[in-house]
């Protein structure tokens, strides 16, 4: 793989998810924190609009919006297609590559602590998680190959990911959060720079993460009404084991719904949210550990 030249840091693609807001703002601010002598890094503010209202979108949910065809579609004309399309613009300028690495900062009210999202198992992405968990324990890393199709941001280029922290509520900082991922850029930057000067830090190139396996709604009626709720011995339970015939909801009646799956899984995004009305009350993952092969 060439070298990475050009890496550029989002924050508030969700105009009410202000960790990454605010450490934009002070990358805008103060530069000289993400210069690297081999990298041209710059912070990017995404749904302006939804973070001057303090709101996560505008008109719909800009985190997709960055799929080809919407892109290439010039009749769609509300604010979030459109600023989509100034991203990407802003991403590749005229008679420019495009950029090598997008870092887009989220945060979830669900108790994801310090993620890492990943469209696919690239071996040098595996490698950056294999080094960041070895420096941080408190690093999980999520592998969701359906979200290539989705029309993310972090899917515009080969080595885009997401920074996802939690638990945090929408439109709050958290000093301790915000202060953990500004770290875990650091040293995200570093790396890219010793990569680039070939000293990438030695680890035993094994990495665990969580594959995506699908999502769980809630229990609704006819009319789409939740008639349940994330049981309290699942709530805030992000990537423990969930096992077949262990409660995962509770009727407002107090009746408690059992995981009628066959096998153990690690549900992640546990009652996030902005996903009710996406109609997702966890993301299921499988919990897996790979060698890295040295490219």
Request: net charge negative; aromatic share 12%.
């Amino acid at each position: 793989m060439s070298q990475i030249e050009r890496v550029a840091i989002v924050g508030g693609t969700h105009g009410n998810e202000l960790t990454g807001v605010y450490l934009v703002k002070k990358f805008q601010q103060y530069p000289n924190l993400i210069n690297r002598q081999s990298l041209e890094n710059f912070a990017l503010l995404g749904n302006t609009k939804a973070i001057a209202e303090g709101k996560r979108y505008i008109d719909k949910d800009l985190n997709r919006c960055f799929s080809n065809e919407n892109l290439q579609t010039p009749n769609l004309l509300n604010y979030e297609d459109q600023r989509a399309k100034e991203i990407k613009q802003i991403l590749q300028p005229q008679s420019h590559p495009f950029v090598d690495v997008i870092i887009d900062l989220h945060s979830t009210t669900a108790n994801m602590g310090l993620s890492l999202i990943f469209c696919d198992m690239h071996p040098f992405l595996l490698q950056l998680a294999a080094y960041l968990s070895s420096i941080n324990p408190l690093v999980r890393v999520y592998v969701n190959s359906q979200s290539k199709e989705g029309g993310f941001l972090r899917s515009l280029c080969e080595l885009g990911f997401v920074i996802e922290v939690g638990a945090v509520a929408q439109n709050v900082l958290n000093a301790e959060l915000f202060q953990q991922t500004e770290q875990l850029i650091y040293a995200i930057l570093d790396y890219f720079q010793w990569y680039n000067q070939g000293n990438i830090p030695q680890t035993d190139n094994t990495v665990t993460f969580y594959e995506y396996i699908g999502t769980i709604d809630y229990p609704r009626d006819e009319g789409g009404e939740i008639q349940a709720m994330i049981h309290p011995q699942l709530q805030f339970r992000d990537y423990q084991p969930l096992n077949p015939g262990e409660p995962i909801f509770r009727t407002f009646a107090g009746k408690d719904i059992l995981y009628e799956g066959v096998s153990t899984v690690y549900p992640i995004f546990i009652n996030e949210a902005a996903y009710y009305e996406k109609g997702v009350a966890m993301h299921l993952t499988e919990k897996q550990r790979k060698v890295i092969e040295e490219k």
